[in-house]
């Protein structure tokens, strides 16, 4: 069974979320889970926005030997000019397929197509003249940027774990303070007497999170200014297949704790910051993505980090985006993934609403290994170096 986390701040929200699987009438139905709205964020959020480029895709067409002599053998014998009234090919495709003396600078030997010689032609012209994407500048995060949360979907929960549900969430999300810290610091500002404070103080104590169902959500109050929306759900052990479009995967979920782990020391690196917010971000569904050219695939794709961190210090912003992929990070789309942001951020530095603006990727792997040498400078195993301005 899975435990799935709920970080929320009212009553309204979470009956929202329980009106909606309480109403489902077919439990193997997903239904739409209401109540998760953005937070109340102020400050300007930079994200990358892109356009077309000015040229054509530079990267490499993979064909076999045999295919390429196929071509080779079918333009000659057609001629060109047949051949671009037939199909309005490129011009400069064609002359590239009969270019054997320059094969290395437009071609890498790959596998065969087994597809007939115009078929083949037809791939190596929308590979050549695709036009691929650069970087136009930076903007402002709107509504829609981040929709995944919107989009959150569940199977319902039976009514006893409802029942459940309903009286655990009720009861954590009264409590007016996250910790004694919290609690002593009001009492020292005089927010609250010393009778008030004693009795908090036992609340505190007989706080219980744990529940009857491993299904029923557990509630932290962590990250409710900080993360761009709330209540956020994580999903935990074997039962992944209650929900939709929330924290899931292992290295995720790693991620996430390690970050409440590192928030809850005294000398933490974000302290230094004038603000921090951060999201996950969902593939697929989000909008925020750094466009790169995946070499095993042949074609253009997009890269959605997991997550993605916005800070500002002084008369300067930084967006991290962070990526906790654990042993896929291993594989070569890492690779391609990793020079398709070298090749979009070539800058050191931008600018956002007039400061300056750092964009840094970061592959995180708490267990130190780093896969590809020539990427060693971001994989990093520690929250410490991730979040050094």
Known sequence: METVFIFSTNKETIGAILKNIETNETRDEWIKVDGINKTGIKEDLPIP?????????????????????????????????????????????????????????????????????????TLADEHFTTIPKRLRGFRKVIDGDISHFEKIKAKAFNEVELKELREHIEKIIEEKYKNKEELQAAFKEGKISFEQYNLEFEQLIKKDDSTASNKI????????????????????????????????????????????????????NLKGYDWWYFSKLVENVDEIKIPYFNKEKGKFAD???????????????????????????????????????????????????????????????????????????????SLENIFQD
């Open 303 to 381: 890269f959605n980090p997991d997550f993605i961190f916005w800070l500002k210090k002084e008369d300067k912003y930084f967006i991290k985006f962070v990526d906790p992929k654990g042993r896929k990070l291993g594989l070569p789309e890492t690779l391609f993934k990793v020079k398709g942001f070298e090749k979009i951020f070539d800058k050191k530095a931008y600018t956002f609403n007039k400061k300056k603006l750092e964009v840094e990727l970061y592959l995180y792997n708490p267990s130190g290994e780093v896969h590809f040498v020539e990427l060693k400078d971001y994989y990093k195993n």
């Open 49 to 121: 926005e892109y356009e077309l480029d000015v040229i054509y895709n530079e990267n490499k067409f993979k064909i076999s030997k045999e295919d390429f002599d196929s071509v080779n053998e079918l333009i000659s014998t057609a001629g060109e000019r047949v051949l671009i009234a037939a199909n309005s090919f490129s011009i400069k495709t064609l002359k590239k397929l009969k270019d054997k003396k320059n094969f290395k600078d437009n071609f890498e030997t790959g596998t065969s197509y087994n597809l007939a010689a115009e078929k083949i032609i």
């Open 217 to 268: 959500p557990l509630i932290n109050r962590k990250f409710l200014k900080e993360h761009y929306y709330n209540p956020v759900l994580i999903a935990t052990n074997d039962s992944k297949e209650y929900f939709r479009n929330i924290i899931k995967e292992d290295s995720e979920i790693e991620f996430f704790n390690d970050l409440v782990e590192y928030f809850e020391k005294q000398d933490n």
